[in-house]
């Protein structure tokens, strides 16, 4: 492969952190401009800003066991602990993996009698999108007799959903929603089928 | 589809993490007076946590070095700031020539992601789809988001996807694609006919 062509993009991404990585950004920047600018006003007028004397006049008058002191330890841990957590725990898939037979194309060079080469040389990724999941559970639900609304959440492993019935007993309602859309994703291709779970209230 | 800097993200995460922490543990050491116990000559529980502090501003040097500090931290933020913008890395120009002193031959990718997306919108079932082409003439890598009506049959969109719009694009390049990757979405939106529409009840049947 040629080195100069970055890899392809991931189709099944875990979160990207993009909101705190964008907070931290913008702080940095805000930062690094306050201190820019507070060395140029040094320069120039030959005097601190305010706002570099007065946190260090703050910091000089406080005392490391102090309220303060402490307050502002805890602080820098809770936000150190915040950002550590933010960069190490995966995070949900975006998809779930869909089942996909890879396609031989005859007529290709190199075929020869095998049947075709393969159209796809490297690896082949079929996914399908959580909220897709979702709306595919919800909208099986419509079709299902004596549903009468339904939504549906989906992790990577798990669908939920939450249906009302104009039924008073929501047990077979309950077996029949979980079984169709348990069929539905399995016959989406779905690879390993999502735990499908539903909650069923009636309509009042 | 696109490229995110989640990497990027989590690295300096941890990064930035580390040292807060590193700072706050230092910083509780220091006012439970373990630090000073632990480590001669360290600040003690009773010090202030900045003692000198006018003397650091005073420095000959220290508006350069606090405009040094300003410029990279500047810096760093405004990269990791662009870095959150998701990166289309689509392909360049594709060149077809097996030998340019016979001529040359390119081609827009975009040109090529249109026909497949437009043939994909034909499919049964189908809403609408984006179609992106990246790497090079000899090793393309094809991505797709296709929409499919939330009615419609998955398996034989991908089936048709697979058998009839990427081997197209296979015979339209002449080279197997490098990579193949389909996201699908779904949508309560009607898509194009065949496609598991509903239909109403209502009619009459004549027999």
């Known amino acids: 492969m040629n080195p100069k062509v970055p890899p392809p993009v991931s189709m099944r991404r875990r979160p990207s952190r993009s909101v705190p990585a964008t907070i931290s950004a913008v702080l940095m920047l805000a930062v690094g401009v306050g201190l820019v600018w507070a060395a140029v006003v040094r320069l120039v007028q030959g005097s601190w800003p305010v706002f570099v004397t007065e946190p260090l006049r703050w910091l000089a008058e406080t005392g490391w066991d102090s309220t303060r002191g402490w307050t502002g330890a805890v602080v820098l841990l809770l936000i150190g602990l915040v950002l550590l957590l933010c960069g190490m725990i995966p995070g949900d898939f975006s998809a779930l993996p869909l089942r996909a037979k890879p396609v031989n194309m005859p007529g290709m060079p190199g075929a020869g009698e095998s049947g075709g080469v393969p159209s796809v040389r490297g690896g082949e990724t079929v996914v399908m999108s959580r909220r897709a999941v979702a709306r595919l559970a919800a909208s099986t639900c419509d079709h299902i007799d004596g549903v009468a609304s339904a939504s549906a959440t989906a992790s990577s492993r798990k669908v939920h959903l939450d249906v009302t019935t104009a039924l008073h007993g929501t047990s077979d309602v309950q077996h029949w929603v979980v079984d169709g859309v348990r069929s539905r994703l399995a016959a989406t291709g779905l690879d390993p089928v999502p735990e499908v779970t539903a909650s069923v209230r009636t309509r009042d | 589809m696109r490229h995110h800097s989640g990497r ?73 700031l662009l870095a959150q913008i998701p990166r289309a890395r689509a392909a360049g120009t594709f060149r077809l020539q097996e ?38 003439a000899d090793e393309p890598d094809l991505a797709m988001k296709v929409t499919v009506n939330s009615d419609a049959d998955v398996q034989g969109v991908i089936a048709r996807i697979q058998q009839e719009v990427v081997p197209h694009l296979v015979s339209a390049l002449e080279v197997p694609l490098n990579t193949f990757g389909l996201e699908i979405d779904a949508s309560s939106k009607a898509g194009a006919p065949g496609g598991g529409a509903t239909v109403s009840s209502r009619g009459t049947v004549v027999y």
């Open chain 2, 99 to 136: 030998d340019p002193a016979h001529g040359v031959t390119v081609c827009d990718p975009q040109v090529l992601a249109s026909a497949v997306s437009h043939e994909t919108e034909q499919l049964p079932g189908v809403v609408g789809s984006t179609v992106r082409l990246r790497g090079t």
């Open chain 2, 8 to 80: 990027a993200n989590r690295t300096w995460l941890i990064i930035l993490g580390i040292l807060f922490l590193a700072a706050g543990v230092a910083a509780v050491l220091i006012a439970a007076g373990t630090l000073e116990r632990l480590i001669g000559g360290s600040p003690g529980r009773s010090d202030r946590v900045l003692s000198g502090g006018q003397g650091l501003l005073s420095g000959e040097y220290a508006p350069w070095g606090m405009l040094l500090a300003g410029v990279i931290l500047g810096i760093l933020g405004l990269w990791w």
